[in-house]
């Protein structure tokens, strides 16, 4: 059993920051590779926001790039994702994704959290 709890979201006027937080858990049989954040707005597909490596490499999508800093605890199976200098576009449910392997090197399989509402006024 794998869950991903997110934490974080909330209402800010523009040019604010927000920080979110996904923790993971799961039983002795997986293993957490990647861990990412996605968001979806109203009408519109959901989009990925920033990728981490199980080596740490990132990735972020171009509308976040500069302003969104993605980070990972590893001892704690936390991701995080600190937004800054937040668009009223930017406004959607934002998603943790992680993708796991068992021990026994099935896999990966990608599990989500519930998505936490994030909602830039201007």
Do not use: H
């Not at 990925?48 to 990972?72: C, E, H, L, P, Q």
């Not at 796991?100 to 099935?106: D, L, Q, R, S």
């Amino acid at each position: 059993q794998v869950q991903l709890v997110e934490s974080g979201g909330g209402s800010v006027q523009a040019g604010g920051s927000l920080n979110l937080s996904c923790a993971a858990a799961s039983g002795s049989t997986f293993r957490i590779n990647n861990m990412a954040w996605y968001r979806q707005a109203p009408g519109n597909e959901r989009e990925m926001v920033a990728k981490i490596g199980n080596g740490g490499t990132t990735n972020y999508g171009d509308s976040v790039k500069g302003r969104f800093t993605i980070s990972r605890d590893y001892a704690k199976n936390t991701v995080y994702l600190q937004m800054n200098s937040l668009k009223p576009e930017d406004t959607a449910v934002y998603y943790c994704q992680a993708s796991y392997y068992t021990t026994w090197g099935a896999g990966p399989y990608d599990f989500w959290g519930q998505g936490t509402q994030v909602t830039v006024s201007s």
